[in-house]
């Protein structure tokens, strides 16, 4: 079958995420082009020796990368929070029980009303250049609307995680015990067909350190790789837990020990920092300077969710991760695409290398650093996801 090849040249910058393409860990390279063939990268180097290709497309001096990745997001849901958002920017405190808010609007909502609701944030996240993304289920929290929601989820990504285990179902408050069974027992059943990834949030108000570590195994012996909300709202087992089981990444990390620093930078779990949740609840930021001078792997993800973290903008993330995380524009630029592509194992996304797919982002800007620089302002000038054009 034969296959369209693009050469896309004219790019002032152009983040490879490969060392070996170009300087820094970014794999910065000046005046360069890319040749995309099919769905994916088939040539990257300077444009001078750029070679010939069926179609052309000129960046015009601007900064390319590959798409973001976003590797944390919950995205299957109904029903908004607007009043919680309000209350808490007048005054009250965030904690896990607003979720059960959204559960009873998803639940009352129909397969074709949440697909909706997905399938436009999905859409508005590409057009910010996400080009991966991940997505939980936990706002059903019954057999039935966790499968559901994973169905859903499965026709946007191969990126799903069950994540029956959010908080304990309502009906359940009385007996958590019996609500942590079902989670391990039938609802697991009905959703790992449709999961790659089992997550649990381990915090104060959801389940403790041994309910965790009963969730994450029971996935574990189901096929499925684990990933843990660890450590966002108080110290606590999560990240431990996370690195002990293999997990691929521990989410949050707000409140990390010197143990748990060391934990995450002696393993190859990824610390995925979620800044929207921090900004989104006036919450202390997690420093991301701490994790990467131990030598962890740090990520960037939205947390995209209606609740605590009301974003799907990468490119946000980015910029306060600058400004508020301790984060050259390096390393959140990393971290929002080759760090959320280690968060999820993939090797294929994250990075413009020859036999990556082709999800590119242009800026309307001359470099990445922009999106540090002029936080806020809409730079994304076109958006390929597996060589496809989308914006």
């Not at 067909?193 to 089992?198: F, G, K, L, S, T």
């Not at 350190?209 to 087992?237: C, D, F, S, W």
């Not at 946000?316 to 695409?337: L, N």
């Amino acid at each position: 079958m034969s296959t369209t090849t693009t050469l896309i040249t004219g790019i002032g910058s152009l983040v490879t995420n490969d060392p070996g393409q170009g300087a820094g860990p970014l794999g910065l390279l000046t005046d360069a082009a890319v040749v995309v063939d099919g769905g994916t990268v088939a040539w990257v180097g300077p444009a001078a020796d750029a070679p010939a290709a069926d179609e052309r497309f000129d960046a015009g001096g601007r900064a390319l990368l590959p798409g973001f990745v976003d590797s944390h997001a919950h995205l299957v849901f109904a029903g908004d929070r607007t009043a919680e958002f309000n209350a808490r920017m007048s005054g009250q405190a965030y904690s896990a029980g607003g979720i059960r808010t959204t559960v009873a609007a998803t639940r009352a909502a129909s397969d074709a009303e949440l697909e909706a609701n997905l399938a436009r944030f999905v859409r508005e996240a590409v057009r910010q250049g996400t080009t991966t993304i991940e997505c939980k289920s936990g706002y059903g929290l019954t057999v039935e609307d966790e499968a559901r929601a994973l169905r859903i989820a499965a026709g946007y990504t191969p990126e799903t995680t069950y994540l029956g285990a959010h908080v304990v179902a309502p009906e359940y408050a009385e007996d958590p015990a019996g609500y942590v069974e079902l989670v391990t027992g039938e609802m697991l059943d009905a959703c790992a067909p449709h999961a790659r990834w089992v997550d649990v949030f381990c915090e104060k108000g959801a389940f403790d350190g041994e309910q965790a570590r009963a969730v994450l195994m029971a996935g574990i012996e189901k096929g499925l790789t684990p990933r843990v909300h660890a450590n966002q709202l108080t110290y606590g087992p999560g990240v431990q837990l996370a690195v002990e089981l293999g997990a691929a990444s521990a989410d949050h990390c707000t409140h990390l020990t010197d143990e748990d620093v060391a934990a995450l930078a002696g393993s190859a779990t990824v610390a995925t920092l979620l800044p929207g949740a921090e900004f989104s609840t006036r919450a202390e930021y997690p420093s991301g300077r701490r994790l990467l001078d131990a030598g962890a792997v740090v990520a960037l993800s939205t947390d995209c969710n209606p609740g605590s973290s009301f974003t799907s903008s990468m490119a946000f993330c980015v910029a306060v991760a600058v400004r508020e995380m301790g984060m050259t524009p390096d390393e959140a630029v990393w971290a929002a695409t080759a760090g959320g592509a280690r968060a999820l194992r993939r090797g294929d996304v994250g990075t413009v290398a020859v036999g990556s797919r082709a999800d590119l982002l242009l800026l309307d800007a001359p470099s990445h650093v922009h999106l540090a620089y002029r936080p806020g302002v809409p730079l994304t000038a076109a958006v390929w996801r597996a060589g496809v054009r989308e914006v």
